[in-house]
Structure formats: C-alpha cells, structure tokens
C-alpha cells in the first residue's frame, strides 16, 4: 500500500524557513517522480516541486525558485521540502505527492506565513 505521510508544517513570520518532510512506503522510491504540492484557500493545488527519484532531477514552480530545496533521502524513504525567505502567499497546505501511474497524495500539512 503506498502511502505519504507529510509533517513539518506551522506558522512563520515572513522571512522565516520551515522545512516539510515526507515519509513514503509502499513503492519503490527511486523508480518514480515524487514532490509537493500546495492549495492556498480559495485556489486550485499548484505544483511547488517534484524530483525524479531515478536521477535527481528537479522541477520548481517559478514562484518558489530560489527560496525552496526539495531532497531526498533514499534510504529513509524521505523527501523534504527546504523553505527560506517564506512570504505570506505561501501559506497554504502543502501536500507529498507521488506519480506511480497514477498520482498519490500525502494527508497534507498547513503553512501560514504571517507579516
């Protein structure tokens, strides 16, 4: 069963960091392309980042290019999403996401960025 359990989430002052996690299981991490997802309230989910879990490669959303660092940790199944310099309009529920044929969602976790 593939399953993605994000954390990490919380309330920052902008120019703040917080750093999300994700665990995965159920699937064979390097085979396949995982990242994050967000939903700010009223908006449809954007896609904020995603790596290929086969080579590494990574994909940004232009508005967070610069400020957030998606990574992996292979062997602890982990993602995490690094995020520096946060603004208010980031806040949002970000979400673990995995494309193994079909797309598979984490529970979520609430960022709120506060001027």
């Known amino acids: 069963e593939v399953q993605l359990q994000a954390s990490g989430g919380g309330s920052v002052q902008a120019g703040g960091s917080l750093r999300l996690s994700c665990v995965a299981s159920?699937?064979?991490?390097?085979?396949?392309?995982i990242g994050w997802f967000r939903q700010a309230p009223g908006k449809e989910r954007e896609g904020v980042s995603c790596?290929?879990?086969?080579?590494?490669?990574?994909v940004y959303a232009d508005s967070v290019k610069g400020r957030f660092t998606i990574s992996s940790d292979h062997a602890k199944k982990m993602v995490y999403l690094q995020m520096i310099s946060l603004k208010p309009e980031d806040t949002a529920v970000y979400y673990c996401?995995?494309?193994?044929?079909?797309?598979?969602w984490g529970q979520g976790t609430e960022v709120t960025v506060f001027s």
């Open positions: 159920g699937f064979n991490f390097e085979q396949y392309i």
């Open positions: 790596m290929d879990g086969y080579d590494g490669k990574t």
């Open positions: 996401h995995a494309f193994i044929g079909v797309d598979y």
